[in-house]
T-cell receptor, first 117, second 113 residues
Framework: AQKVTQAQTEISVVEKEDVTLDCVYE???????LFWYKQPPSGELVFLIR??????QNEISGRYSWNFQKSTSSFNFTITASQVVDSAVYFC??????????????FGQGTILTVHP | GAGVSQSPRYKVTKRGQDVALRCDPI?????LYWYRQALGQGPEFLTY????????KSGLPNDRFSAERPEGSISTLTIQRTEQRDSAMYRC???????????FGSGTRLTVV
C-alpha cells in the first residue's frame, strides 16, 4: 500500500481559480512529519512547508494554505487565485521514525498542476 | 556554500562503467540525504548521513550502490558496473537536523547507454 497517495495525477485550471491538491498518508506512528515540495519546470525541488503530527492548526502563507486533518489522514494544499507561475509538480511527503530517526522522506507520486492564462 | 551543490549536472556513461556523483551540502548542515527520481515519479530515498555516520542505507537498490561522507561534509554516491536501469536524476539534500525541511540540490542527471 502507498504510504503517501496523491490521487490527482494532473490538474488544469485557469488563472485566478482556486485549486486544492489532495494528499492522503498512512502511518502507525503517533509522531510524524508531513511536507509539501514544489518542482517547477526548471526541475529543482523547493520546500514549501513542514508540519508535525501534533499541530493540526491550518496554516496560511500568502496565497498558499494547508489543511491538516488527522481524522482522515489528509494534508491538503490549496492555492488561492492561482497564477501561471504556480504551474509545477507538487509533492507531498511523510517522515516517520525508522531505525530510531526521522531522516527518511517518503514522497507521493506528485500532482502536475497547469495554470493557463 | 549558499545552496546544495551537486556535480556533475549531467553524466552520460557506458553500461558497465563506474560513476561517482558528488554532493556538497550547505555549510553547517548535519544531515545529508541521497534520493533518486525517475521521470514522472516522486523522489525515492536511497541513504542518509548524520555527520559522517551513515544512518540508513535501506534504500540502496543493491550492492553496486554505495555512499560515503568521510569528513561529515561532502558526500559521494558511487554506482559500480552501471546498468541502463540506473538512469535517473540523483538528488542530494541537506538539513540542519533530521526532521527539518530539506534543501535539495539541482541533481545529477545520469544516463547509462
Amino acid at each position: 500500500a502507498q504510504k503517501v497517495t496523491q490521487a490527482q495525477t494532473e490538474i488544469s485550471v485557469v488563472e485566478k481559480e482556486d485549486v486544492t491538491l489532495d494528499c492522503v498518508y498512512e502511518t502507525r506512528d503517533t509522531t510524524y512529519y508531513l511536507f509539501w515540495y514544489k518542482q517547477p519546470p526548471s526541475g529543482e525541488l523547493v520546500f514549501l512547508i513542514r508540519r508535525n503530527s501534533f499541530d493540526e492548526q491550518n496554516e496560511i502563507s500568502g496565497r498558499y494554505s494547508w489543511n491538516f486533518q488527522k481524522s482522515t489522514s489528509s494534508f491538503n494544499f490549496t492555492i488561492t487565485a492561482s497564477q501561471v507561475v504556480d504551474s509545477a509538480v507538487y509533492f507531498c511527503a511523510l517522515s516517520e521514525k525508522e531505525l530510531g530517526s526521522y531522516g527518511k522522506l517518503t514522497f507521493g507520486q506528485g500532482t502536475i498542476l497547469t495554470v493557463h492564462p | 556554500g549558499a545552496g546544495v551543490s551537486q556535480s556533475p549536472r549531467y553524466k552520460v556513461t557506458k553500461r558497465g562503467q563506474d560513476v561517482a556523483l558528488r554532493c556538497d551540502p550547505i555549510s553547517g548542515h548535519v544531515s545529508l540525504y541521497w534520493y533518486r527520481q525517475a521521470l514522472g515519479q516522486g523522489p525515492e530515498f536511497l541513504t542518509y548521513f548524520n555527520y559522517e555516520a551513515q544512518q540508513d542505507k535501506s534504500g540502496l537498490p543493491n550492492d553496486r550502490f554505495s555512499a560515503e561522507r568521510p569528513e561529515g561534509s561532502i558526500s559521494t554516491l558511487t554506482i559500480q558496473r552501471t546498468e541502463q536501469r540506473d538512469s535517473a536524476m540523483y538528488r542530494c539534500a541537506s538539513s540542519l537536523a533530521q526532521n527539518y525541511g530539506y534543501t535539495f540540490g539541482s541533481g545529477t542527471r545520469l544516463t547509462v547507454v
